[in-house]
Structure formats: structure tokens, C-alpha cells
């Protein structure tokens, strides 16, 4: 594999991996006993700890991530089907056109509708296989309970309408190496599910902040991800 395309790879792997970061840190399933109305909660960090053990249960969704890097507008999109399956694009003008394909321990690249390449692990080492591997691992096997602790000040905001549907509203502060992230997440009173979240990151290509806006839709339908041809 040559030395842009390596380095192409390795973009595409962050740009991924922030894709998979934000669209699984909220993407989640119908929780067990819960009622067909979801008012908003007594217990704020409840509710958004409700919400994360939900994910575990999603059989399959897909999500919207929209952000501006450097003033241009950029979104990925992606689909997951459980347990250990994701088709992610990033769609932009200065994205060449990314799409990587993940099925358990398999992951496979291409760039501007070329041939899908499998990556090879041990020229990704740090990079692509890093990134993406510690990613999906931690998805999956973090416990909710420890994943809290990253969240402070959970606080109910209000109820709105979103596309047409009746949500309630948390904010909160996540916690990072650079201080707190405020962030906000809508949760649809139909069924417990979110339809959103907002939160700001800084750039590591221009040291600024940008917010970064993911939808969530299609929970539980019925498609499949298989190996390119």
C-alpha cells in the first residue's frame, strides 16, 4: 500500500472514529419494561444512564454526524447492526469520498469509489487498527456504570417538539482532558429513544471549537452489512 494512500487510510480512520464515537454514545434500543410514554425523569443521570444501557439492546440503527471542520460542512453517516457491524461514509467536499465497512475483527477502506481494500492490521498499527479497534471495544464493553462517571451536571432542560414528535430534554458536562463539554440530548416520549444530541468538540486541526449535531433513526429495522465484494 503506498504512502498516501496509507495516509489517506489513517484520515479516514479518525473521521470514522469520530463518527463512531459520537453516533454510539447515544444510538440506543427500546429499555426492558419501559411504558409506551417517557416522561421526563425524576432522576436526570437516571434517565441518561437508562438511555446508555439501552444502546447495548439496539439490534440496529442508523445515525446522522454533522460538523464543520475549518468552515466547510462535513457529515457522516452510518449504520449499525449488532453485534459488531458498521458501514460508515463521510461525505464532504474535502473527504475524497471515505467509506470503511467493519464486521467483528474485519475492516475494509475505500477512497473516491476505488476497490475496497482490507486493511492490513500491521500497517495500521497505531492508526487504523488502534483507532478503530479500541473504538468498537470499548462500545461494547464498557460498563454503564463507569461510563457515568464521564457526565456531570445532568439536568432536565425542558419538553419540545421534535420532527413532529413530543421529546424531553437533558443537558449535561462531559468531562475531558480539556475542561468540560456541554452537551444536550433529546429523547422522543413515544418511546424512550433518543432523537438527538448536540455537543461541542475542539478541532485538532485548527485548535476551535465545533459543534457537532447527531441524529439517530431507523432503531430495530431490518438490514444487513456484509463484506464488499
Not at 111 to 114: K, L, M, W, Y
Not at 201 to 213: E, F, L, V, Y
Not at 215 to 229: A, C, K, V
Given at each position: 500500500?503506498?504512502?498516501?494512500?496509507k495516509?489517506?487510510?489513517?484520515?479516514?480512520?479518525?473521521?470514522?472514529?469520530?463518527?463512531?464515537l459520537?453516533?454510539?454514545?447515544?444510538?440506543?434500543?427500546?429499555?426492558?419494561?419501559?411504558?409506551?410514554?417517557?416522561?421526563?425523569?425524576?432522576?436526570?443521570?437516571?434517565?441518561?444512564?437508562k438511555?446508555?444501557?439501552?444502546?447495548?439492546?439496539?439490534?440496529s440503527?442508523?445515525?446522522?454526524?454533522?460538523?464543520?471542520?475549518?468552515?466547510?460542512?462535513?457529515?457522516?453517516?452510518?449504520?449499525?447492526?449488532?453485534?459488531?457491524?458498521?458501514?460508515?461514509?463521510?461525505?464532504?467536499?474535502?473527504?475524497?469520498?471515505?467509506?470503511?465497512?467493519?464486521?467483528?475483527?474485519?475492516?475494509?477502506?475505500r477512497?473516491?469509489?476505488?476497490p475496497?481494500?482490507?486493511?492490513?492490521?500491521?500497517?495500521?498499527?497505531?492508526?487504523?487498527?488502534?483507532?478503530?479497534?479500541?473504538?468498537?471495544?470499548?462500545?461494547?464493553?464498557?460498563?454503564?456504570?463507569?461510563?457515568?462517571?464521564?457526565?456531570?451536571?445532568?439536568?432536565?432542560?425542558?419538553?419540545?417538539?421534535?420532527?413532529?414528535?413530543?421529546?424531553?430534554?437533558?443537558?449535561?458536562?462531559?468531562?475531558?482532558?480539556?475542561?468540560?463539554?456541554?452537551?444536550?440530548?433529546?429523547?422522543?416520549?413515544?418511546?424512550?429513544?433518543p432523537?438527538?444530541?448536540?455537543?461541542e468538540?475542539?478541532?485538532?486541526?485548527?485548535?476551535?471549537?465545533?459543534?457537532?449535531?447527531t441524529?439517530?433513526?431507523?432503531?430495530?429495522?431490518?438490514?444487513?452489512?456484509?463484506?464488499?465484494?
Open positions: 500500500m503506498g504512502e498516501i494512500m495516509r489517506k487510510l489513517t484520515l479516514c480512520s479518525l473521521l470514522v472514529g469520530a463518527a463512531l459520537a453516533a454510539t454514545s447515544c444510538g440506543q434500543s427500546k429499555v426492558p419494561g419501559a411504558t409506551a410514554s417517557a416522561p421526563a425523569s425524576d432522576d436526570p443521570r437516571e434517565a441518561l444512564k438511555a446508555f444501557t439501552a444502546q447495548l439492546a439496539a439490534r440503527y442508523r445515525a446522522r454526524l454533522e460538523y464543520t471542520v475549518g468552515g466547510v460542512g462535513t457529515h457522516n453517516d452510518l449504520e449499525f447492526v449488532a453485534p459488531d457491524r458498521y458501514h460508515v461514509t463521510v461525505v464532504g467536499p474535502a473527504t475524497m469520498g471515505q467509506e470503511m465497512i467493519i464486521i467483528g475483527n474485519d475492516k475494509f477502506a477512497i473516491s469509489g476505488r475496497w481494500q482490507k486493511t492490513d492490521m500491521n500497517l495500521a498499527a497505531g492508526t487504523m487498527a488502534t483507532t478503530l479497534g479500541d473504538l468498537t471495544d470499548q462500545f461494547h464493553h464498557e460498563d454503564v456504570s463507569q461510563k457515568m462517571t464521564k457526565y456531570d451536571d445532568v439536568q432536565f432542560s425542558g419538553s419540545e417538539i421534535l420532527e413532529g414528535q413530543p421529546v424531553v430534554v437533558y443537558q449535561f458536562n462531559l468531562k475531558s482532558k480539556k475542561g468540560p463539554i456541554p452537551g444536550k440530548i433529546w429523547i422522543s416520549t413515544a418511546d424512550n429513544l432523537r438527538k444530541i448536540v455537543h468538540a475542539s478541532s485538532q486541526t485548527t485548535n476551535s471549537k465545533m459543534k457537532i449535531t441524529t439517530y433513526y431507523d432503531y430495530n429495522t431490518n438490514f444487513n452489512i456484509s463484506p464488499p465484494n
